[in-house]
């Protein structure tokens, strides 16, 4: 085999591990200069309200205190995309948490210092914050995130529901849930007359880029944005977030550069997170396990800023062969954080709703759960009857089984005893879609004999210019360390967002489309190359978001061994394994901790990761990684993660589907059918803490 034969799908190491492991790879809030001042926000300590007074005196006397700004003196910022970016423009409280004030000052401290100082007197109204499955003002939306129908309806669900031999008919509860990222947001603004420049920690330069333009009346060529490394995201950084509007604001006020990192605990009421869903399965089967109506509604808030629609019922349009089925979403604006993006948005808790009642329904019927579900295999996307571009589920089902040993199961419930331990097993499918962007790319062939690759990807921490790179050998056919690769700039050019796990697919396929230009014209060409070298571009704009006739999904199968405590009520997660087919995967070190990074994700979700909503001062009240859970290494015994590959022609030009997402789908199902299986109770609220277990 030839290097480039190799190229794609090797194991290729992480481009920035060096740097970031000597910490040498600099965040958004390390550009220091030595004029930059630093911003501290002031967040609402009211649920519902408005400002009728902020006292800055105190604050602006401190030494090192510059400026204190509030909506009465903050610049007025033009309309934004997205309402959660207009700060200190109203003296509204929609939510406790929601930033009334932001001190800037010569040092973080003092600016921590100033903004302990300042005080704010509200005006409080009443407000509401208790999500309930009745809630009076819920309504049925017109979408759900991502522009899916609120309600889907085939056939007479609830007739053929009706005369089902089997029936199930349950209720399951996700609490609300934090991204939590390594790095908190965080953006560095410097003027320079009308020119703005923002290191910003974020998913997607462009997507900051378009909404500072609108806010502070500015063309986009006038505004760069970095985000050269940025210390994970999992949505919450998919949007622009209030510190890089903030920063810039203060940045305009004093004339200096200003860095704002947002503290840890500010972060959950201000940078989305996963919305509580609470979700009702309607299962009906023949007696042999075969749906004949399958009903999927869930009930979810929304904030009073904007309405965002957790699309938990989808992925059950994808999965199983239900002659009948109603898909359903419900909202309630309430006084809350305004809900976002977080890893398998939809897909992470409606997959652990499904599959954790397909996981009642095999109990009911007696039939083993890898089999139910191989049993309702369907032949074409049940809600959509297009044909899949490729779906190797029964492949993962079957694979996963054999690797996990699953044909030596006493499928009887607490039929596994060890001392005080109950131990038991569980399996559930994954799913996640197929999406791309458009974006723009261009290749640089060098006289050296080395080669330029710009882009304007995210690196999250995923090895997006890892991956990039060996896209870009591959269609040049060039060795892998003869490219380089510039990412997360602006001013390169529109790049897509480093979201639903369609980056690799639309960063990669323009970054294909301008190699394989430059190989092309490299390739009748014999005198040397001038000095600048010769360039190709790429823009896919147009290509990448054209509708395609396939069904396109990832999938894969869990599967969990659960050891229960009866003495102290604790599940520890004893195996996890995972196998999902995923188009060809292009990076097999970096693919497998893509999956799993998901798996253990969600394994904090089964367990440990919790946030209550409190109903008498309208926050959350895990707010810091010290009482918001998530998995410690010591949690995490060694998960396995393995991949069916696919050849699939209907998906880009490397052949690939995302794989950043799909991990954590479906992990909370197989630990919860696995504790199941261990002590024969059914618990349907997340997670499975000691408390509720006991
Ligand atoms: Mo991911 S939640 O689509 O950034």
């Not at 948490?97 to 409080?124: D, I, M, S």
């Not at 004093?254 to 989305?272: E, H, I």
């Not at 109506?293 to 869930?298: F, I, Q």
């Not at 309208?618 to 995490?636: E, I, K, M, N, R």
Request: net charge negative; proline share 7%; hydrophobic share 40%.
């Amino acid at each position: 085999m030839t290097a480039t034969e190799t190229v794609l799908g090797a194991p290729a190491e992480r481009r920035e591990g060096r740097e970031k492991v000597t910490g040498t790879a600099r965040y958004a809030a390390e550009y220091d200069s030595a004029d930059r001042a630093h911003a501290w926000p002031v967040p609402a300590t009211v649920a519902r309200g408005r400002v009728i007074a902020v006292d800055a005196a105190a604050a602006l006397a401190l030494p090192g205190v510059l400026a204190v700004l509030t909506h009465e003196n903050a610049p007025r910022l033009g309309d934004p995309d997205d309402p959660v970016l207009a700060v200190l423009q109203s003296p509204r409280v929609p939510h406790r948490g929601w930033f009334v004030a932001l001190v800037v000052a010569e040092t973080l401290e003092a600016a921590r210092a100033g903004a302990a100082a300042v005080r704010v007197t509200y005006e409080t109204e009443g407000a509401d914050v208790t999500l309930t499955a009745s809630h009076p003002e819920a309504y049925v939306p017109d979408s759900a995130n991502g522009g899916f129908p609120a309600v889907t309806e085939k056939g007479d669900p609830d007739g053929a529901f009706a005369s089902s031999a089997a029936r199930l008919d349950v209720g399951y509860t996700v609490p609300p849930l934090h991204n939590h990222p390594m790095e908190p947001h965080a953006g560095t603004a410097r003027w320079e007359g009308d020119r703005l420049t923002v290191y910003s920690s974020s998913q997607g330069t462009s997507a900051v880029r378009a909404e500072l333009a609108r806010l502070f009346g500015l063309p986009e060529d006038r505004i760069t944005v970095r985000s050269e490394h940025v210390g994970g995201g999992f949505g919450s950084k998919g949007t622009p977030r209030p510190e890089v509007v903030l920063a810039a604001m203060a940045a305009r006020e004093t004339g200096r550069p200003v860095t704002l990192a947002l503290p840890r605990r500010y972060l959950p009421a201000v940078v989305g997170h996963r919305a509580p869903t609470l979700h009702r399965l309607r299962l009906g089967a023949d007696a042999d396990g075969r749906l004949t109506s399958l009903t999927h509604e869930v009930t979810t808030y929304t904030s009073r800023v904007k309405e965002f629609v957790e699309q938990a019922a989808v992925p059950a349009r994808v999965m199983y062969a239900a002659p009948t089925m109603r898909t359903l979403h419900r909202v309630a604006a309430l006084d809350v954080p305004t809900p976002s993006w977080m890893r398998a948005p939809g897909e992470c808790p409606g997959m652990y709703a499904l599959e954790s009642a397909m996981d009642e329904l095999a109990v009911e019927v007696g039939v083993d759960p890898v089999e139910l579900r191989i049993r309702n295999e369907p032949e074409t996307e049940p809600e959509s009857g297009k044909p899949f571009s490729s779906r190797s589920l029964v492949e993962c089902l079957r694979d996963g089984a054999r690797r996990f040993g699953w044909e030596r199961r006493d499928p009887r419930p607490r039929s596994g005893e060890e001392g005080p331990l109950l131990i038991g097993t569980g399996v559930a499918s994954a799913t996640y879609p197929v999406l791309v962007g458009p974006g723009v790319a261009s290749a640089r062939a060098l006289p050296g004999g080395d080669f330029l690759v710009r882009v304007n990807a995210t690196d999250i921490g995923t090895g997006a210019r890892t991956v990039l790179a060996q896209i870009a050998a591959d269609a040049l056919g060039a060795p892998l360390d003869a490219v380089r690769v510039e990412i997360a700039d602006s001013d390169i050019g529109f790049g897509s967002v480093a979201g639903g796990s369609s980056g690799t697919a639309s960063w990669g396929s323009a970054v294909h489309e301008a190699c394989a230009r430059l190989s092309g014209m490299l390739a009748g060409r014999s005198e040397p190359l001038p000095e600048e070298g010769l360039v190709a571009e790429a823009d896919t704009s147009g290509k990448a978001d054209a509708e395609s006739p396939y069904a396109r999904h990832a999938f894969g199968a869990h599967f969990a061994e659960v050891a229960v405590d009866t003495v102290s009520g604790e599940v520890r997660v004893t195996r996890l394994l995972g196998v999902f087919a995923a188009g060809r995967i292009l990076n097999a070190r970096t693919a497998r901790s893509q999956f799993i990074g998901g798996m253990t994700m969600g394994l904090g979700m089964a367990l440990t990761e919790d946030s209550t909503m409190d109903p008498a001062f309208g926050d959350f009240t895990q707010s810091d990684l010290a009482s918001y859970h998530v998995p410690a290494h010591a949690d995490v015994v060694a998960p396995e993660a393995y991949w069916v590959e696919e050849a699939d022609d209907h998906l880009n030009p490397m052949g690939s589907k995302g794989i950043g997402e799909i991990g954590i789908v479906g992990t909370a199902a197989a630990v919860g059918n696995a504790v199941h299986h261990a002590t024969g109770i059914r618990f349907r609220e997340l997670p499975l803490t000691p408390d509720r277990v006991l």
